[in-house]
């Protein structure tokens, strides 16, 4: 019975661990997590603003991507930033770079975060080669906008050869696993016999 519960518990353990390894190679790069991924801009003047920009995943990539803009106002000395912008309207505008290339422009939309206030866009780029970004904000203070340029490289393909090679090394390690728990069940096995004798009943 002792043997039976490790083993489940092995398989339990073996079943876990492929999950979270599929899980890993299967989600895309872009976690669209809040300012996270590469910084494009880095307190880029976008006329009266200033402006912080992050991408994801690196490289970009043809399929989903996700911007995340930080916006400041003007600040108290010339060239110095102030407080975040939160009423600002924010569009991206994703283009490319040859001539009657293609042109994907979204709103970003604020969202909170940390204290302060992101605008955060998701968008789909359907071809390869080198996009040119442009930020564009308006606002209270007026409008202004900053760019960068990216190159985007095609989707993401699954790496079988990785995740077989996972597999065959989670079966290996499960084989192993179980082969020590019998090993140990064998050990804690009663002795039956006294300095190598086996004992005997004496009959009268």
Excluded: C
């Excluded at 042109?103 to 080669?129: H, K, Q, R």
């Excluded at 203070?141 to 597999?167: C, D, H, K, M």
Aim: glycine share 10%; charged share 15%.
């Amino acid at each position: 019975m002792k043997q039976i519960r490790t083993w489940q518990s092995a398989t339990r353990l073996w079943r876990t661990s492929l999950l979270v390894v599929l899980t890993l190679l299967l989600v895309p790069a872009a976690g669209h997590a809040h300012t996270g991924g590469t910084l494009r801009l880095s307190d880029a003047a976008a006329g009266p603003y200033r402006l912080y920009a992050w991408t994801q995943p690196e490289p970009l990539r043809v399929g989903q991507n996700h911007i995340s803009v930080l916006v400041l106002n003007p600040g108290p000395t010339e060239g110095v930033a102030g407080e975040p912008v939160i009423d600002a309207q924010v569009e991206v505008r994703f283009e490319t770079a040859t001539p009657l290339g293609q042109v994907i422009s979204v709103a970003a939309l604020p969202t909170e975060f940390l204290g302060n206030t992101y605008y955060e866009a998701d968008l789909e780029l359907p071809t390869t080669g080198e996009w040119r970004v442009t930020i564009s904000v308006q606002g209270r203070f007026g409008e202004g906008n900053a760019q960068f340029g990216s190159e985007v490289l095609p989707a993401r393909t699954l790496n079988w050869v990785l995740i077989g090679s996972a597999g065959v090394g989670l079966l290996l390690l499960i084989g192993l696993m179980g082969l020590w728990s019998r090993l140990q069940g064998k050990a804690r096995e009663p002795v039956t016999a006294t300095n190598g004798v086996q004992r005997r009943r004496v009959k009268n």
